[in-house]
Every structure is written in C-alpha cells, then in structure tokens.
C-alpha cells in the first residue's frame, strides 16, 4: 500500500474518533438529561394533582357548609310556618281527605310523588282521634315545602316533618315511607 492510502486512512481515522466520541459523550448527556427532565415532570405533575386535589376537597367542604347553613335556614323557616299553622285557628268545613296521602296497610302507597299533597304516616301509638285538628291547620302549608323542596332539590329528596305525638308528614306526597319511626332516628 502506498502512503497516500495510509495517510488518508490515518487523517480519517484521526477525524472520525473525535467526532465519534464527542456523539457518544452528547449522547450520553442527553439521556441524562432527559431523565432528568422526566423526573422534574414527574414531580411536578404530582405536585400539581396534590394541591388541585386539596383545592378541590377544600372547595367541596366549603359547598359542603354552604348548603348546609342554607338547608338549615329553609328548615328553620319550614319550622316556624308549622309552628304558626298550628297555634292558628282550625279551618272549618275542610275535608282532609283530599289534602293528604295517607299511607298504611290498605291500600299501598303509591310510588310516585304528589307535589301538591303531603303523605302522612301515623306511629302506632299516635292518637289518631286528635290528629284531624293538626292536619287541618297544616293543609295549606304544601306551597312553602314545595318551596323548600325545589330550592335544595339536588340534595334533599324527601322531607320529613316528624312529630311528637307519631304524626310524620312527608314531602312531596306518595312515594316511600320509612318503615321505622322517626322519632327514634337521629
């Protein structure tokens, strides 16, 4: 072999293993830092989806007390309404019947919700002979359950006005009543 081949061998070889070992060194850096980077995200994903979450649970438990005080100031104002209608007068010539939806053996109640009717369910210890004069004074009070009802209808399915003397008024009317007395429940 003459000596151009060789020198231009050896001026190839002499070009090639630098280049060739700086790509490998670039190479080598380049996975490292995108391991790096891999990591930093990682990290920083987790960092975000921690305090999204606590934002939203924080959130939540804000929602939470909200419709809480606001359920309590509609039962306060369902509360105060019962009161007044039962320290009013008795209505005369009223027929009861057609106001409420009485549950008991026969016949079944219905499953379905009447939005203008309460449902009434009687303990069995509940003096059914004294109860017409309250459920007299309380017929007309279904326009300010209605209210009540609508306005937290995404939270309360039914209300359940629960008595003394075993009488439980449900809103709206039909529908399923608790088999247990309420007046035991917490």
Do not use: C, W
Not at 66 to 85: G, N
């Amino acid at each position: 072999m003459k000596l151009g081949p060789k020198l231009i061998l050896v001026f190839a070889a002499i070009a090639v293993l630098p280049i060739l070992a700086a790509s490998v060194v670039f190479l080598d850096a380049t996975r490292h830092l995108g391991q790096e980077l891999i990591e930093h995200s990682r990290t920083t994903l987790e960092e975000r989806l921690r305090a999204d979450i606590r934002r939203s649970v924080e959130e939540a438990g804000i929602a939470v007390a909200e419709d809480r005080r606001r359920i309590e100031d509609r039962l306060r104002f369902l509360a105060s309404d019962i009161s007044e209608r039962l320290s009013a007068a008795v209505p005369a010539g009223r027929d009861i019947s057609t106001r409420y939806i009485f549950t008991g053996d026969d016949p079944p109640p219905r499953r379905d919700a009447d939005l203008e009717r309460y449902g009434v369910s009687l303990a069995n210890d509940a003096p059914k002979d004294k109860l017409r004069d309250t459920l007299l004074r309380l017929a007309d009070g279904t326009a300010v359950s209605r209210s009540v009802y609508f306005q937290n209808r995404g939270i309360v399915a039914r209300q359940f006005t629960v008595f003394d003397n075993g009488l439980t008024l449900s809103y709206p009317g039909g529908g399923n009543v608790p088999g247990e007395d309420l007046r035991e429940a917490d």
